[in-house]
């Protein structure tokens, strides 16, 4: 799955530390999704697409080997 979280993120003007306190992660888990380490739960998403106002789909992208 492919991303465009750290993207976002910077348009936002927000850190990574920022954004994972937002949605209640560690900054370990945002940098992991940021460099497709680990792909989020459903509710991991959601609430990632709400702080950065996109939809989960403007977010994240199936790849064609998924």
């Known amino acids: 799955m ?3 979280l750290r993207e976002e ?15 209640g992660v560690s ?9 497709k380490k680990y792909t989020p739960t459903i509710i991991l998403a959601l609430k990632l697409a709400k702080a950065l106002n996109k939809k989960v789909e403007e977010l994240f992208f199936l ?4």
Do not use: M
């Not at 993120?9 to 949605?23: E, M, W």
């Not at 900054?27 to 460099?35: G, K, M, P």
């Open 63 to 66: 790849e064609n080997d998924d």
């Open 27 to 35: 900054r370990q888990s945002i940098i992991a999704i940021e460099t």
């Open 2 to 4: 492919r991303n465009i």
């Open 9 to 23: 993120r910077t348009k936002n003007g927000l850190t990574q530390i920022q954004l994972a306190d937002l949605v």
